[in-house]
């Protein structure tokens, strides 16, 4: 890159968001913040500490959690409290749960002081369900990726099965349209499309044709 740059990329789960910006990283040397994974964190030490209802503990969770990510070889690596936990955010019931605990605004606040601190710098490239509107909100290039429930639920059935987890198709399309409810209705950063945001459907193209349009994109802000 020819200059220090902030690129956001927001949707809804299950749009490909992880998968561009981590491709988009790897070709342009931008580090990558996984915004989702800090939150899959916090919810995943809440359900070890059987807090997940208790609002107040959560809050006092993150307002205190030492919460580390690392982007090696293709992979977000997630450590809280200098302890690993990066194959344990993934899970059905991290996924259940997500949604509940990323609506609580003192949390949301916590984990959006963070990741300001890391765009600080630039040459970054962000991606989540509020990064175009709430976090880089001055971000160079916001693009909102998005695709047709059908084909996220496939994506996330398919992720599934490849880690051994046995979950039907029309559970985790169920889980999609729970989780875009909540991420849409909630009062604080609510899923949406920012009005300067590039809207990109990917439904229907391959990873590799997606990927060069945005590099198209993005090139035309690096000048």
């Known amino acids: 890159m020819s ?9 809804p789960a299950g749009s490909g968001k992880s998968t561009a910006a981590k491709n988009l990283a790897e070709r342009l040397g931008l580090i ?7 939150y899959r964190a916090i919810t995943y030490l809440a359900i070890q500490k059987g807090i997940v209802n208790d609002r107040n503990s959560v809050i006092e969770l993150a307002r205190n959690v030492k919460l580390k990510l690392k982007f090696e070889n293709g ?13 344990k955010i993934r899970s059905a019931e991290i996924n259940d749960k997500v949604s509940d605990i990323s609506k609580i605004p003192e949390v949301r606040a916590e984990l959006v002081k963070i990741q300001r601190k890391l765009g600080e710098d630039g040459n ?8 175009t509107t709430v976090v880089f909100p001055d971000a160079d290039l916001k693009i909102y990726l998005t695709a047709s429930i059908d084909e996220r639920a496939r994506r996330r059935h398919k992720e599934f099965l490849e880690k051994g987890i046995n979950i039907s198709l029309d559970e985790v399309k169920a889980n999609l349209e729970k989780r ?7 009062d604080v950063s609510p899923l949406k499309k920012a009005d300067d945001a590039i809207e990109f459907d990917n439904t229907n193209i391959s990873i590799a044709d997606e990927i060069e349009t945005l590099l198209k994109k993005i090139k035309e802000i690096d000048k």
């Open 75 to 87: 992979i977000t690596r997630v450590f809280v409290n200098n302890k690993e936990i990066t194959d």
């Open 180 to 186: 875009d409810k909540l991420d849409s209705e909630r």
């Open 32 to 38: 990558y913040v996984d915004t989702g994974a800090m």
């Open 3 to 11: 200059k220090n740059i902030v690129i956001a990329i927001d949707g």
């Open 124 to 131: 970054l490239i962000a991606e989540g369900r509020d990064t």
